[in-house]
């Protein structure tokens, strides 16, 4: 047993034996206590000025860690400003340990100011939701949060810490969160069977998500796809997978409209569906998309996402990286004809480039192609701005595992500060975010706190002052129900006024520079990237 100590020491101490660097949060009354214990301890608090912005750091930083995250929210209050991030990192899969203080328990009958139950209100959006009752406990709950985040499927958990539970004394030892760990591999007959099925027919695709990411099975994944042919699609694919330049892949499937995926797999004859669920549309298909006896062949360490919403021949719950390589073996042994391992066929650029002539570039194709061609060779991106992301793979097209991050889950406004978090994570590396103006201004606070702790990312607005992908979104409804075309709505418009996001950046203390013709491109980037520390980008492209 250790020396008795107020519980809201203790956990310090736990975070500090699972190896926490950072609390990201926004701090209010009823945790107090808990933020005036931790002063002792070497653990940053890191500051923002809204609770999105708090879990959006976090979610990038637990991203690019491949660690749990941990975030303090305001009880209720707080709790709820962040459920929008909250959902986005359940979605992705991100592990943060989310904790949250109430008065205490001896106030529950009262009905007081900011009572809540915290729980109720977490679980929709976290794998775990839970409420720390006894003194005795507070360590072992903890322990179990961080476990639970952590082991696949990975995703937010949530604690919530009564203040005068922690204010009473535990002897609760110290010991490091126990992950298990989840290395399976299939028996043999399994992968023989995967293979077997796999080959069924000429036309062979493989759909692909961010737990091959997860697993480090990139080089397994390009393997498979060669020795079968097979063409790759990312499928709720938000990092790097798959090498994009690699001849072999095919492109990233909506999130909106099932008729897209349809289009994709409806002729295929084997799919291999790894690391993914299918298919994360906002509107699917109620209808299976695959060809009547198409082979398909599903393999995830989430037993929840196989055969979820349509059945498969083979499913196989185990790592993807040790799968991948098993089935890889077995169909070289079956077709050793096959140009063997990956990384042996020369990879050719996805999308043709533009001629060298750039007297018709837009800004925005000019600003990232001459980005491409000046940027350092370990820049890494978060892409946010959807409507924007063309010039962006045709420049900077994901290659190398860590180095690209895309928005995920439906959440506006994770550009800004999931860079941040990147960028803490790695703080060697160039992070540059794109981002929209609509989706900027939700957590456009974040820049403050980039100001505060000298956090260098750098961050490009796409200014075109409407919600544009709503715009293409009701252009595909209209269609569908065959609507004529007409204006569109006024919710959609950001044009008046106009946002001055160079203005608003300054006053949050982080210098811009707004960029309208194509001769001020250049200037932008060379500030930019020159610029020690953070710098922001107003990228007029309309």
């Known amino acids: 047993m250790m020396e008795s100590r107020p519980g809201k020491v203790a956990v310090f101490e736990q975070f500090a ?15 107090q206590g808990l933020l005036d214990a931790g002063r002792e301890f070497d653990l940053d608090y890191i500051l923002a000025l ?21 975030v303090q929210l305001h009880t209720g209050v707080g709790l709820g400003n962040g459920i929008g991030m909250l959902y986005q990192a359940l979605r992705g899969g991100s592990p943060l340990v989310v904790i949250a203080g109430d008065a205490g328990i001896r106030y529950d009958a009262m009905d007081a100011q900011m009572a809540v139950d915290l729980v109720a209100m977490a679980e929709p959006v976290t794998k775990f939701a839970t409420r720390v009752v006894d003194p005795g406990s507070v360590l072992r709950v903890l322990r179990r949060a961080v476990k639970i985040a952590m082991t696949p499927p990975r995703g937010p958990v949530f604690v919530g810490l009564p203040a005068d539970v922690l204010d009473e004394l535990t002897a609760e030892p110290v010991v490091p969160s126990s992950i298990p760990s989840t290395r399976v591999l299939p028996e043999p007959s399994l992968v023989a069977a995967a293979a077997t099925r796999l080959l069924a027919g000429p036309r062979r695709l493989i759909l692909m998500g961010d737990g091959v990411a997860l697993s480090g099975a990139q080089r397994e994944l ?141 800004v925005l194709e000019r600003f990232v192609r001459r980005l491409g061609e000046r940027a350092p060779e370990d820049l890494v991106l978060f892409d946010e701005a959807l409507t924007a992301s063309p010039p962006l793979a ?27 978090g990147i960028k803490l994570a790695r703080p060697e590396l160039p992070v540059v975010a794109f981002t929209g103006d609509g989706g900027s201004m939700y957590t456009i606070q974040a820049l403050w706190t980039a100001a505060r702790y000298g956090i260098g990312a750098k961050f490009v607005i796409c200014n075109n002052r409407r919600y544009r992908l709503l715009d293409q979104n009701i252009d595909q409804y209209w269609s569908e129900l065959d609507i004529p075309r007409h204006q569109y709505p006024d919710a959609f418009d950001l044009s008046s006024p106009d946002i001055g996001f160079t203005e608003l950046a300054g006053a949050l203390g982080v210098p811009g520079r707004r960029v309208t013709r194509l001769y001020e491109v250049d200037g932008a980037i060379e500030a930019m990237l020159a610029h020690d520390g953070p710098f922001l980008v107003d990228l007029v492209i309309e």
Do not use: C
């Open 17 to 31: 034996a699972d190896g926490m660097k950072y609390m990201f949060g926004n701090p209010g009354t009823v945790e």
């Open 50 to 70: 809204q609770e999105s912005v708090a879990v959006g750091m976090a979610d990038g930083y637990a991203r690019a860690t491949q660690r749990p995250a941990l």
């Open 222 to 362: 390009t393997s498979v796809a060669e020795a079968l042919g097979a063409e790759v699609w990312g499928v709720n694919s938000s990092e790097v997978n798959f090498d994009t330049t690699h001849p072999l892949y095919g492109g990233g499937l909506g999130h909106m409209f099932g008729a897209a995926s349809a289009r994709v797999v409806q002729e295929a004859d084997s799919v291999l569906i790894v690391g993914t669920y299918v298919f994360p549309e906002v509107f699917p298909s109620l209808a299976s998309p695959f060809k009547p006896g198409a082979q398909l062949v599903h393999i995830d360490l989430d037993s929840y996402e196989i055969a979820k919403n349509f059945p498969v021949d083979l499913g196989i719950v185990a790592d993807p990286k040790l799968t991948l390589g098993a089935i890889a073996k077995e169909l070289q042994r079956r077709l050793p004809a096959v140009p063997a391992p990956a990384g042996t066929v020369t990879a050719v650029p996805a999308v043709a480039e533009p001629p060298s002539s750039d007297i018709d570039d837009s």
């Open 394 to 420: 045709r420049h900077l097209p994901p290659r190398h595992p860590g180095r690209f991050f895309q928005t995920r889950g439906g959440s506006l406004g994770v550009g800004i500060p999931g860079a941040l």
